[in-house]
C-alpha cells in the first residue's frame, strides 16, 4: 500500500507560482510511474507532468516551459513547480504514482488562478 498527501494548493494572481507537494508513505517497489494530474470543473482529468521511475520526464503541451516535476526520492517526495499560472490552470491537482497492476491517488488539492 502507498499513501499520497499533497500539498501547496491555494489561490494565485495570474502570472504567480505555486509549488505543489505530495509525500509518499509505504512500499513504492511496485511503482513505475509517477506524475501529477489535474481535473477542472466539466472536464476530464488530465496529465499534467510526469515521469518513469528511471526519471524521464513528461509534460502536457499545455504546461510545457512552466511547470517543472521534480522528486527527492529520500523524502519520498514529488513536486511540481508552476510558474506563470493561468487562470485555465485552476484545477483540482492529484498525484498518482501506479505500475503493471496497481495506482494510488493522492486526495487532491485545490489551485484557483484568478485576480
Known amino acids: 500500500q502507498v499513501q499520497l498527501v499533497e500539498s501547496g494548493g491555494g489561490l494565485v494572481l495570474p502570472g504567480g507560482s505555486l509549488r505543489l507537494s505530495c509525500a509518499a508513505s509505504g512500499s513504492i517497489f511496485s511503482i513505475d510511474y509517477m506524475g501529477w494530474f489535474r481535473q477542472a470543473p466539466g472536464k476530464q482529468r488530465e496529465l499534467v507532468a510526469g515521469f518513469t521511475r528511471l526519471g524521464t520526464a513528461n509534460y502536457a503541451d499545455s504546461v510545457k516551459g512552466r511547470f517543472t516535476i521534480s522528486r527527492d526520492d529520500a523524502k519520498n517526495t514529488m513536486y511540481l513547480q508552476m510558474n506563470s499560472l493561468k487562470p485555465e490552470d485552476t484545477a483540482v491537482y492529484y498525484c498518482?504514482?501506479?505500475?503493471?497492476?496497481?495506482?494510488?491517488w493522492g486526495q487532491g488539492t485545490q489551485v484557483t488562478v484568478s485576480s
Open positions: 498518482r504514482y501506479w505500475g503493471t497492476s496497481v495506482q494510488y
